[in-house]
C-alpha cells in the first residue's frame, strides 16, 4: 500500500505493518500509540501462543519427562504444564528456536535445528496470514479503530505469495532502517547476549559450512552454540538489509529507524510515518 503523507494523516482507520531487524525498535515505536486505539498484534506473540504452542510444550515434557518424578506426575495427569507466553516475554519461542552446536553447551543438531526452523517459518507464514482477520477484529470486536502489526524480524524471508501481498493490500507497510551505528550497537549486543535466530536455509548451510572451514572444526556437533551466534550475526546483518529494501521500494516506505528514540507520542509517530511517506515518494 503506498499512501500520501495527507492521505495517513487523513485515514480513518489507519493500518500498519513495520518490517526490520529485531533491536531496532517496532515494539517501542508501537508503545508510542494509545492502547485505547490502537490493536497491537505481534507476529512472535501469535506464532509462540497459536502455532508453534503444541510444539514449545512437548519441548517442555520431554524435558520433565527425563526426571523420574516429573515423569511420574505427567504420566499420572498429577500435574501439567502450560505456556505463560506474553507480547513482553517471548523467550519461549525464542528458546524454542535454539542453537546449533554441541548439545553439552546447549546446542542442537543441524537436523532438529533445521526442524525447528522450518515449524516456525510455518507459524510465521500463519501468523502473517491471519492479520487480515484481526484487522477486522480489532475494529469490529475490540473496538480498536487503528491495528499496528508488530513483524518479526525474519519476516523478510517470507516469499510474496506468501506474504508482502497480503499485507501491502491491507497495511502501510514500514521499513524501519538501522543505519551504521545502530547496526555497530545490534552487533555489540549481539555479542554480548548471543539468542537463537531464524536463518533462510541457503543462508545457514553456506555460513556453516564457512565457519567450519574457517575454525578447522570437524562438525557441527563441535560447535559452541553462543560463538556461532556471536560469529554470523553480522553476516546476518548484511544479508538482510537489501531484502528489507527491496520489500520496501516495491510495498512501501523507508523510516530511520535511529530517529525513534526521540519520539513522545502518537502526535511524534505520526509526524514520523509521514516524513517516511515523503522522503520515499508518497
Known amino acids: 500500500m503506498k499512501l500520501s503523507s495527507q492521505e495517513f494523516r487523513n485515514w480513518d482507520n489507519k493500518r500498519i505493518t513495520l518490517l526490520g531487524m529485531s533491536g531496532v525498535g517496532k515494539t517501542t515505536l508501537a508503545a508510542l500509540l494509545p492502547r485505547d486505539q490502537w490493536f497491537h498484534y505481534s507476529g512472535d506473540y501469535r506464532i509462540g501462543t497459536r502455532y508453534l504452542d503444541e510444539a514449545i510444550l512437548d519441548q517442555v515434557k520431554l524435558m520433565a519427562m527425563q526426571h523420574p518424578y516429573l515423569r511420574k ?9 502450560r505456556n505463560n507466553i506474553t507480547i513482553d516475554n517471548l523467550g519461549p519461542v525464542s528458546d524454542f528456536l535454539g542453537k546449533i552446536g554441541n548439545p553439552d553447551l546447549g546446542g542442537l543438531p543441524v537436523d532438529e535445528f533445521k526442524r525447528r526452523q522450518r515449524l516456525f517459518r510455518a ?6 496470514r491471519d492479520v487480515d482477520e484481526f484487522i477486522v477484529r480489532g475494529r469490529t470486536v475490540y473496538g480498536y479503530p487503528h491495528f499496528i502489526n508488530d513483524a518479526g524480524g525474519s519476516i523478510y524471508g517470507l516469499s510474496d505469495a506468501e506474504c508482502w501481498d497480503r499485507l501491502s493490500a491491507n497495511t502501510l507497510v514500514i521499513y524501519l532502517r538501522a543505519d551504521h551505528d545502530m547496526e555497530e550497537t545490534l552487533i555489540e ?7 537463537p535466530l531464524n ?9 556453516l559450512a ?10 557441527a556437533g563441535d560447535v559452541a552454540p553462543d560463538e ?19 520489500i520496501a521500494d516495491k510495498y512501501g516506505h523507508t523510516a530511520n529507524a535511529g ?24
Not at 507459524?123 to 502473517?128: K, L, N, Q, Y
Not at 549486543?189 to 539468542?195: E, I
Not at 511524534?268 to 515523503?278: R, W
Open 210 to 219: 564457512e565457519y567450519l572451514a574457517d575454525k578447522g572444526i570437524d562438525g
Open 189 to 195: 549486543r549481539a555479542q554480548r547476549y548471543p539468542k
Open 73 to 81: 506426575q505427567l504420566r499420572n495427569d498429577s500435574i501439567y504444564i
Open 259 to 282: 530517529d525513534i528514540m526521540s519520539l513522545r507520542d502518537e502526535s511524534d509517530f505520526t509526524d514520523y510515518i509521514c516524513a517516511a511517506i515523503d522522503s520515499t515518494g508518497g
Open 228 to 246: 556461532f551466534v556471536q560469529w554470523i550475526f553480522p553476516r546476518l546483518l548484511e544479508w538482510r538489509r537489501p531484502q528489507y529494501q527491496r
Open 199 to 207: 536463518y533462510e536455509e541457503s543462508f545457514l548451510d553456506e555460513q
Open 123 to 128: 507459524a510465521e507464514v500463519g501468523a502473517m
